[in-house]
């Protein structure tokens, strides 16, 4: 039952330093030198880094969408992830449609049936888990309904300022959305783009023949991004509430995220990988599709922004967005020994607005972080360790179970290799897609052993997890950083 971790070097958000580690039933119960513990099964660590397991705050596993679904589940995403060094994920509930009122009391509809059908989505989990709920539906019932969100632990809302006449709430909806968070404790998460704008740039932009993957980027305006998020932090000031701007993507929103927070706004702002690497030139490739997602790619000046407030600290998370699809969906795939296809960006051939939107990165956030963001000379180990896992734990309310290498801590652990080489792709990557976004790239720095709960779930190239070992995570309430 007790495991001895030796000789490591430990990386916190805010320290580095020399010890071992004492794990016992899943928790950290002791860290310090030279531990001599003779009943522990002893894990030598010496050479590698010992980091806390990384927390993903943003995955859509099993997402249905035009027509198809996300090609990872909560079994094999989870997988994909712990194989990058990442032991909790934060997942995306779909608000059903409300019934009407009068028909929702009982067991039928509201939140209740919709985290139902997710926790059954769910049961299938690798690593630990909790989920946001999306508000894309708001009346007098859903208002009242939301506090019942906090009981099943679930103190994260997401609204959005696009997709009209699906997903959005107008602007007054969600400032009472962000008023009774405020009350009840609840942070809310906001999809920042302008849907007014992306409605009447997509049927001009059909309508003169352009259907190729760029026109994504192109009816999806960096401004619509960059004023929808100061708008709800506006508002979200107003409401004395914090805010979490999701998967930024422009250089106006981190100045703007700036400004907010200079003007005591509570305000935060993650943003994602691809991001930081690629641009609208991606789309304009023949396979473009591959980096279709919503909001879109942008330009370098945007990559180096998001860097900048990375640095400064002005950002403080980098999610995933992960919601993979096949590149194309009519070739199966091996994946443990089967073969598949899902439906994926081939759905989108003639018209760009019929792409499955998302991308793979549940696994690739830590590798390509490190390799690229570390030692590159962009941000510190402990940043590193800070955006990946301290600060999504604690902003979403799992601090200090999850995301710290504390006495009482849960024992997710990665035993980090600084010095492992490898030639990232698809082929190595562990999504249940056929396409990686950093085929090629080369990568220094790679989990060798990685622990959920004390329990070695991937050693290098095993894979020692399994399907239902992942806990569902009841969260409670977050700090604003
Ligand atoms: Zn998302």
Redesign the pocket.
Known sequence: MKKLIKNGTLITASDTFQADILVEDGKIVEIGQALHIPDAEPVDASNKLVLPGGVDP???FDLEMFDTVSSDDHYTGHKAAAFGGTTTVMD?VVQNPPLPIGERAGVRGGFRHDVDLWLQKAEKAAIDYSFHMNLTHFDEQVAKEIPSLVEMGITTL?VFTAYNGRLRLDDGNIFKALRIAKENGMLVML?AENGDVIETLIPEALAAGHTSPEWHALTRPAWGAAEAGLRVAGMASVADAPLYI??MNAAGEVDMLKYARKHGVKVMGETCPQYLFFTIDHLRRPDGAKWI??PPMRTEADNARLWQGIADGTLQTI?T???PFFYDGTKPILYEGQEVAIPGKELGADDFTKIPN?LPGVGDRLPVMWTYGVRAGKMSANQFVALNATNPAKIFGLYPRKGALLPGSDADIVIWDPEKKVKYGVAHAQHRTDYNLYEGWELVGYPEKVFLRGELIVDNEQWLGKRGGGQFLKRGEGLVL
């Open positions: 943003h995955t859509h995306f997401k999809h999701v998967h997602c919503s999610g967005d992960h919601c998302g």
